[in-house]
């Protein structure tokens, strides 16, 4: 079993930048898809971005590229999300997830591919 623990969430002015960092360990290995999503109140989970840990191929949604970056560390075993030029819509709650199976890039985006979820951390885009 991998387990996940999520960092960097908070309030950001509208035009601000955030890191999320997402740290894997237990079973967690140096391979398989790392990815994060997110879930404002009253909306299904969505995807963000998604990167195969092997190769560092990586996948983003359409409302987040461009402005965001995801990145591996291998050694230590972590994935940071970083965030800039936030909006409004941005508000919600970050989760990262893993899985030991090396996605193709069109697949990474589908969250049902994921067996281990973080708890999440809130990220605020206000003024």
């Known amino acids: 079993q991998v387990q996940l623990v999520e960092s960097g969430g908070g309030l950001v002015p509208p035009g601000g930048s955030l890191q999320l960092s997402c740290v894997a360990s237990g079973r967690a290995g140096n391979s398989g898809t790392m990815a994060w999503f997110r879930q404002s109140p009253g909306k299904e989970r969505e995807f963000v971005a998604g990167?195969?840990?092997?190769?560092?191929?990586?996948n983003y949604a359409g409302a987040v590229r461009g402005r965001f970056g995801i990145s591996r560390d291998r050694s230590k075993n972590t994935v940071h999300l970083q965030m800039n030029n936030l909006k409004s819509d941005d508000t919600a709650v970050y989760y990262c997830?893993?899985?030991?199976?090396?996605?193709?890039?069109?697949?990474?985006?589908?969250?049902?591919?994921?067996?281990?979820w973080g708890q999440g951390t809130q990220v605020t885009v206000s003024s």
């Open positions: 990167i195969r840990r092997s190769d560092g191929a990586t």
């Open positions: 997830a893993a899985t030991s199976r090396n996605w193709i890039v069109s697949a990474i985006p589908d969250k049902g591919g994921y067996d281990s």
